[in-house]
Nanobody, 128 residues
């Protein structure tokens, strides 16, 4: 079983940057696709970005393409979400999640129901 802990959230002005981290503990981190999701008050949880177990494939929601970058360091059991040019509408709780991929399938998905393990979330607030 994998345990995930997010960090790096905070308050930032519009146009600013943050880097979120998702640290995992548990066996075979390199067998899991990792996704980032966010949920604002009164809204459904939405997929932001995902990265395949090897790191060869990534996927981003249209709303963050060109601004957010996902990466991973399997030696450190950590996935990162670099967020640039932040907007007030990016304000949300951000969660990372893990989806086991035993057969190294191509790509990854940003569908919450596909993911088995979730962190507790980190708050990101974009405001002047």
């Amino acid at each position: 079983q994998l345990q995930l802990v997010e960090s790096g959230g905070g308050l930032v002005q519009p146009g600013g940057s943050l880097r979120l981290s998702c640290a995992a503990s548990g066996p075979r981190f390199d067998y899991y696709d990792i996704g980032w999701f966010r949920q604002a008050p009164g809204k459904e949880r939405e997929g932001v970005s995902c990265i395949s177990r090897s790191g060869d494939s990534t996927n981003h929601a249209d709303s963050v393409k060109g601004r957010f970058t996902i990466s991973r360091d399997n030696a450190k059991n950590t996935v990162y979400l670099q967020m640039n040019s932040l907007k007030p509408e990016d304000t949300s709780i951000y969660y990372c999640a893990a989806d086991i991929d035993l057969f190294s399938r191509p790509g990854c998905v940003t569908v919450p129901n596909a993911y088995d393990y979730w962190g507790q979330g980190t708050q990101v607030t974009v405001s002047s």
